[in-house]
């Protein structure tokens, strides 16, 4: 049954049949096929239900709703000023302030595609006037986008959480030193390819001179508000001051007033617009949550999680194997799936594998999301290829090849963070 299951949905899946529309068909095959199976429709509508009532699964509408109005307010424009008044000088230093501010914006948006759609907008076209190849320019924004599933708040870390039993809070914590890490290494690509091909000195040093003109103050001071998102979020979670789905809350009531009374770059009127907006970005997690969840306890019916984790406490006996083993399967998984349906898929079967081989079931999240976020840049279904294509009026074939050296500096970060936990667990 366990085959058939599995069987069912990867067809579906191949065949290009909705993720959810997938999924629902999977949790009644058993049914279908055995009629003495143990599932009936009220179980498989109480599996469903149950699977969104959650409090800290708020936390994911309230984190896209603060996003899409930070991304109102230019709040992107903003922190990519900041970094490039620090670095834009130096050699590589643009296109590493492009990476910079996709950290700091991932700090807001918590998503991959949102911070590749703000970002990109802003810093391709400044990219491409100061002499930047747009091919290069747009697998900067593509590559470095994948930053916003790691740097808390991530919308997959709680997800893991919700699947697993982990500690959302935790998960952000842990989160932060990895997307520092793989920043430098993105940033040490990008350093690369400028020393490589040459920069355009004079238009770099003219737009440097205008920033500077304005003063480095006055540049850290428009941007003070958007720089205190993350600290207020992130202080409030460590300190214990919050949970994570309060902490959203307060991202929320946060972004309007800095957007509305401070930056005035969003009128009240605007506001129903956005939440609308929001609802639209989130009701198909919310579906694929719901089915994902009756999914997964009809694998446990059909004793999937046993099975798996027999096959691979058989074949892999030690944490190195099988750490290499599940790096090669989700890198593999997140080209052909996205981040949020592959974690509440996978997350329930990966844990009590975890807990046999003693992994830290946090950093076995961080190395899961990591793993799923290089399929942001990986054809044939790379979503931030896609955002950022049509950004820079490229193929996402072209842009997929220009990506190729910032996914082997992702795996370089990866493999640093799969096989060091301390980095994941330090903090």
Not at 147 to 161: E, T, Y
Not at 262 to 278: L, P
Not at 297 to 304: E, K, M, S
Request: charged content about 10%.
């Amino acid at each position: 049954m366990t085959l058939v299951v599995f069987g069912i949905l990867i067809v579906l899946l191949v065949c290009s049949v909705p993720i959810a529309v997938a999924l629902g068909v999977a949790v009644v095959a058993p049914a279908l096929v055995d009629p003495n199976f143990l599932t009936s429709e009220a179980y498989i509508i109480r599996s469903i239900i149950s699977g969104v009532d959650s409090t800290p699964l708020l936390a994911i509408p309230l984190f896209v709703l603060s996003g899409a109005i930070m991304a109102k307010g230019g709040i992107s424009k903003k922190l990519f000023d900041i970094s490039a008044s620090l670095i834009g000088e130096r050699t590589g230093g643009m296109p590493c302030a492009v990476i910079l501010t996709c950290l700091l914006y991932g700090a807001i948006s918590g998503s991959g595609p949102a911070t590749c759609a703000a970002v990109g907008a802003m810093s391709i076209p400044v990219l491409v006037s100061l002499g930047y190849d747009i091919t290069f320019s747009a697998a900067v924004v593509a590559a470095a986008s994948g930053l916003g599933v790691i740097i808390p708040p991530s919308i997959p870390f709680i997800l893991w959480g919700l699947g697993t039993g982990a500690s959302v809070g935790d998960m952000f914590i842990a989160g932060i030193l990895p997307g520092f890490l793989i920043a430098f290494c993105l940033m040490a690509y990008a350093y690369y390819y400028c020393r490589k091909h040459g920069e355009d000195k004079a238009k770099i040093s003219a737009n440097y001179a205008k920033l500077k003109n304005r003063g480095r103050l006055t540049v850290l001071k428009d941007g003070f508000w958007a720089l205190l998102t993350p600290i207020i979020i992130l202080g409030g979670i460590y300190s214990g001051a919050v949970t994570p789905t309060e902490a959203a809350c307060i991202s929320v009531i946060y972004s309007l007033l800095v957007s509305i009374l401070i930056y005035r770059s969003m009128k009240v009127q605007e506001i129903w617009r956005e939440i609308c907006a929001a609802v639209r970005s989130y009701t198909p997690i919310l579906a694929l949550i719901a089915l994902a969840s009756a999914f997964s306890r009809v694998l446990t019916l059909v004793g999937a999680p046993a099975v798996l984790a027999d096959y691979l406490l058989n074949n892999f006996t030690s944490k190195v194997t099988f750490l290499i083993a599940l790096n090669v399967i989700l890198l593999i998984l997140g080209m052909l799936i996205d981040v949020g349906p592959a974690i509440v898929i996978i997350g329930p079967l990966l844990s009590p594998i975890a807990a046999a081989l003693n992994i830290d079931i946090i950093h076995l999240g961080i190395v899961v999301v990591v793993n799923l976020a290089i399929g942001f840049v990986s054809p044939p279904f790379g979503l931030n290829l896609f955002v950022a294509s049509p950004l820079a009026n490229i193929s996402v074939g072209t842009l997929g090849k220009k990506c190729i050296p910032f996914t082997l500096s992702f795996i370089v970060a990866l493999l640093l963070i799969t096989f060091i936990p301390a980095i994941s667990l330090t903090l």
